[in-house]
T-cell receptor, first 111, second 115 residues
Framework: QKEVEQNSGPLSVPEGAIASLNCTYS??????FFWYRQYSGKSPELIMSIYSNGDKEDGRFTAQLNKASQYVSLLIRDSQPSDSATYLC???????????FGSGTRLSIRP | GAVVSQHPSRVICKSGTSVKIECRSLDFQATTMFWYRQFPKQSLMLMAT?????????EQGVEKDKFLINHASLTLSTLTVTSAHPEDSSFYICSARDEGTDTQYFGPGTRLTVL
């Protein structure tokens, strides 16, 4: 089992709809969770971080964390074509200084 | 968000030469920096963890004598690809950890092409 798992996609969502990206992790003691966005040919950029159970909202983005289920998700409301990118879920484990990245979900917003 | 810079952004070199890539954290001190490599349409691959003032920790399968890492200050880490070959052509990305915010920020990446 991979430490951080994501569906590779592609996930195709119509413009204006909600895009839902999911991630599961294996280390039950993990405390820090991150979502990064990576455009083709560019480096990842941080979108959201979340540390406690529940929802965290920032503009059109909402991160959701459920530690009991070892599940973290990212919702993108009112999806725009510019949201088309690969989204990386990242988790800092209970005993590590490094972040473990999922392989990413490719999101495509169709006009 | 915090800024991490990388230089150069793009480099083309001949096979057998060495290439140095610099990574700087511009507005925070980074005890720990990370070096990644990414081939086209593939995932990020962690190469090594760079610790200020001590030896880097390399991931399994990464040759430490080929990819030399130096983290001489709290704002600068360098990666030197020694005796580069065409198979080393890739997108190299550094990342720095801001311990104050427990967040890892990425540099813009360096695209290396070895002829």
């Amino acid at each position: 089992q991979k430490e951080v798992e994501q569906n590779s996609g592609p996930l195709s969502v119509p413009e204006g709809a909600i895009a839902s990206l999911n991630c599961t992790y294996s280390d039950r003691g993990s405390q820090s969770f991150f979502w990064y966005r990576q455009y083709s040919g560019k480096s990842p950029e941080l979108i959201m971080s979340i540390y406690s159970n529940g929802d965290k909202e920032d503009g059109r983005f909402t991160a959701q964390l459920n530690k009991a289920s070892q599940y973290v998700s990212l919702l993108i409301r009112d999806s725009q074509p510019s949201d088309s990118a690969t989204y990386l879920c990242a988790v800092r484990g209970s005993s590590a200084s490094k972040i473990i990245f999922g392989s990413g979900t490719r999101l495509s917003i169709r006009p | 968000g915090a800024v991490v810079s990388q230089h150069p952004s793009r480099v083309i070199c001949k096979s057998g030469t060495s290439v140095k890539i610099e990574c700087r954290s511009l507005d925070f001190q980074a005890t720990t920096m990370f070096w990644y490599r990414q081939f086209p349409k593939q995932s990020l691959m962690l190469m090594a963890t760079s610790n200020e003032g001590s030896k880097a920790t390399y991931e399994q399968g990464v040759e430490k004598d080929k990819f030399l890492i130096n983290h001489a200050s709290l704002t600068l880490s360098t990666l030197t690809v020694t005796s580069a070959h065409p198979e080393d052509s890739s997108f190299y990305i550094c990342s720095a950890r801001d311990e104050g915010t427990d967040t890892q920020y990425f540099g813009p990446g360096t695209r290396l092409t070895v002829l």
